[in-house]
């Protein structure tokens, strides 16, 4: 298969100036500013496939956003080698950008006092979109979102799950090969926000578009993505399936258990900690290094009709993912 997205230790640096604290901080700090410099990304690497859909995840300020930009052509990197569909992003070429779409959840391009259509057809005109393939782009993409009857509505009379998928149709109008969604569910309702993700998957497969998703929302990462890579602190610490995170980072097993007679919950709390209790079925955590030593006791001293081992939650793993708690063990 083919490479859609190469990056190469990508560095991004951003210079600050400090500001002292205290009055004679202050001063001082006017007088002579310092300057600070933040290790955004600390050489980032990674490829996707032509076509693929990948979880983009980490905790707050590891670099997701910045390396979207970097992507979508946005900011310069301070140093390393981007090319997505052969292309360099930071030379702009309108070729490149009819071709990709950063999608960010608050950002606003629609025209606040038209009806929605009208930014619609501004798209159109920026694109150079041919009228027919502009009328099937709209009409596919406003059939998956659902919102035919809201197309002459004003933006600012729209709900903000209906701007948002509005914002998303303004963003793909010209059908993207590549699209960079950041946290493009963040404010939504429920259903708004499955109705986004049924199209993102539908989007990906029909077209076979290439998309990277960063989310900090669960169910995203579980319904869309098989594939994610792990950033924290603007390093790499993980890239491979979703659920062989916990294989990787998780510390604990799971023992479940299923007993041959009904047992009380107190025989069991000396294995370890018990996640589930019913007088015949019970799970049990322990740590991964001692998971085969407690499994033999248990099997010594008690009757048991079944038992498995399994990985914990991929939810767990991604929780603490999300902490940024998995950096320093990785
Ligand atoms: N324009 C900027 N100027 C200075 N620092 C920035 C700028 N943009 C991002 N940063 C810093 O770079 C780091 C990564 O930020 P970002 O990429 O937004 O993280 P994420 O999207 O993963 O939450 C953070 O420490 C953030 O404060
Ligand atoms: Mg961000």
Redesign the pocket.
């Known amino acids: 298969m083919e490479k859609a997205i190469i990056v190469d230790r990508l560095i991004k640096n951003?210079q600050?100036s400090q500001k002292e604290s205290g009055f004679v901080g202050f001063i001082s700090s006017i007088a002579n500013p310092t300057k600070k410099t933040?290790h955004?990304l600390k050489g980032v690497s990674f490829t996707v496939q032509s076509g693929e859909l990948v979880g983009f995840i980490?905790p707050?300020?590891?670099?997701?956003?910045?390396t979207m930009k970097i992507l979508s052509g946005l900011i310069h990197p301070t140093s390393g080698f981007v090319s997505v569909l052969g292309f360099d992003p930071w030379e702009k070429s309108y070729d490149y950008l009819k071709k990709i779409s950063l999608v960010m959840g608050q950002k606003n391009q629609l025209w606040w006092d038209l009806p929605v259509i009208d930014s619609f057809e501004f798209n159109k005109e920026i694109y150079e979109i041919p009228d027919k393939e502009y009328q099937k782009n709209l009409s596919d993409l406003v059939e998956i979102l659902n919102v035919e009857d809201l197309l002459k509505t004003q933006v600012r009379k729209l709900s903000l799950g209906q701007r948002m998928k509005m914002e998303l149709i303004a963003s793909l109008i010209h059908k993207p090969e590549v699209m960079f969604l950041d946290e493009p569910t963040i404010g939504l309702d429920l259903v708004a926000q499955q109705a986004l993700r049924d199209f993102i998957y539908e989007y990906n497969r029909k077209n076979g578009a290439t998309i990277i998703l960063t989310s900090h929302n669960m169910n995203d990462l579980i319904d869309l993505t098989r594939r994610v890579i792990v950033i924290d602190e603007g390093i790499i610490i993980y890239d491979g399936p979703l659920e062989d995170l916990s294989k990787k980072f998780a510390k604990e097993k799971i023992i479940k258990l299923t007993l041959e007679d009904e047992a009380k919950k107190e025989i069991f709390e000396g294995f370890g900690e018990i996640k589930k209790y019913s007088p015949r079925e019970v799970s049990i955590s322990v740590p991964r290094e001692t998971t085969a030593f407690v499994a033999a006791e248990i099997l010594q001293s008690i009757k048991l009709s079944d038992l498995s081992i399994e990985e914990p939650p991929i939810e767990d793993v991604i929780r603490r993912v999300f902490k940024g708690e998995l950096a320093k063990e990785g």
Request: aromatic share 8%; glycine share 24%.
């Open positions: 951003f600050i933040i955004a980490g707050n300020g590891a670099g997701k956003t910045t």
